[in-house]
């Protein structure tokens, strides 16, 4: 099966069609991935997580990558990655407009709360309050087969 590369405007279409996608970040040289829900707006991804690794971890190294797949068989496929900067988006009046914009986005996804806000504790969901984030795509590239 024969593998092209996709045009930035192909990878943004993938992307806006998707939904869950691999968060790759780092600490201390020490590598960490974990699938997200996502909503794609204007050369930003939009997220959201209950505090806990990759909050912590992204908080101390910005720099993030996403990889999304689309698979309309077991032959034919688009992987896409987004290098980018993890900003969060805090509940203040600076940040305000932003966070309705990426919640506006996020609830037009079946189940986009998942798995964001499932935590093993579930104690640790009464108390704790959702960190809604971005991460501004720095560089964009795809591949496809045909």
Avoid at 87 to 98: S, V, Y
């Amino acid at each position: 099966m024969p593998v092209r590369e996709m045009t930035d405007h192909e990878c943004m279409d993938c992307l806006s069609k998707g939904h869950v996608g691999h968060l790759a970040c780092s600490r201390d040289g020490v590598p960490y991935i974990v699938p997200i829900h996502y909503a794609y707006g204007i050369e930003k991804l939009y997220a959201f997580s209950m505090p806990g690794q990759k909050i912590d971890w992204l908080r101390s190294n910005p720099h993030a990558c996403i990889q999304v797949e689309e698979r309309s068989d077991h032959r034919l496929w688009k992987s896409v990655v987004v290098q980018g900067q993890f900003r969060e988006l805090p509940d203040t009046p600076e940040h305000h407009t932003e966070r309705i914009h990426a919640w506006d986005l996020l609830q037009e996804r079946e189940l986009w709360w998942e798995p964001g806000y499932l935590r093993p504790d579930e104690s640790a969901q009464a108390v704790a309050t959702p960190i809604f984030f971005g991460i501004v795509v720095d560089q964009i590239s795809g591949r496809q087969t045909f």
